[in-house]
């Protein structure tokens, strides 16, 4: 079983629609929970990260976690060209090492 | 006002060449990483070092030596390149308490 595992797509959502990014990890000890866009043949940039079991929003991005379950979402509202790019879901354990999962390629349609 | 940077950002070498790629990150942070992202797009750690120490070591071949003079510079030296060494090398730092990590823009390696 991969470490941290993501559906690498493509999704494919309409402009305005909310796209859903789903990311599932192994580890229970993992502490903390990120989510990076790269757009292609750009570095990755983080959007935002989360620790707490819950939501957390950030203008147009919600992430969410559920520890329980080993989950972690990102929901991108009124979706835009724009936010066409790989989204990669990346895990902290207690240590210093960050697993990246293999991305999901996301398309907006205009 | 660039956070982290790369040198070169391309780099086109022939089959047993030795290349160095330099990073450096004025964010004052103190753990820097290698990633390489290969042509699938996946993003692997290769070492990290926190405050010039290593402390991520990943199973890389013995051609890839990092070395970090001070903290805020973390440098990869490759030996004897091979053809499966041509990927995108990112640099990226980061600071506790969350760790989240800044990437560099990147050194496409083309070995050929």
């Known amino acids: 079983q991969k470490e941290v595992e993501q559906n690498s797509g493509p999704l494919s959502v309409p402009e305005g629609a909310i796209a859903s990014l789903n990311c599932t990890y192994s580890?229970?000890?993992?502490?903390?929970f990120f989510w990076y866009r790269q757009y292609s043949g750009k570095s990755p940039e983080l959007i935002m990260f989360?620790?707490?079991?819950g939501d957390k929003e950030d203008g147009r991005f919600t992430a969410q976690l559920n520890k329980a379950s080993q989950y972690v979402s990102l929901l991108i509202r009124d979706s835009q060209p724009s936010d066409s790019a790989t989204y990669l879901c990346?895990?902290?354990?207690?240590?210093?090492?960050?697993?990246f999962g293999a991305g999901t390629r996301l398309f907006v349609k205009a | 006002d660039t956070a982290v940077s790369q040198t070169p950002k391309y780099l086109v070498t022939q089959m047993g060449n030795d290349k160095s790629i330099k990073c450096e990150q004025n964010l004052g942070h103190d753990t820097m990483y290698w990633y390489k992202q290969d042509s699938k797009k996946f993003l692997k750690i290769m070492f990290s070092y926190n405050n010039k120490e290593l402390i991520i070591n990943e199973t890389v071949p013995n051609r890839f030596s990092p070395k970090s003079p001070d903290k805020a510079h973390l440098n990869l030296h490759i030996n004897s390149l091979e053809l499966g060494d041509s990927a995108v090398y990112f640099c990226a730092s980061s600071q506790p308490p969350h760790n989240e990590q800044f990437f560099g823009p990147g050194t496409r390696l083309t070995v050929l």
């Open positions: 989360i620790y707490s079991n």
């Open positions: 580890d229970r000890g993992s502490q903390s």
């Open positions: 990346a895990v902290r354990s207690g240590g210093f090492k960050t697993i």
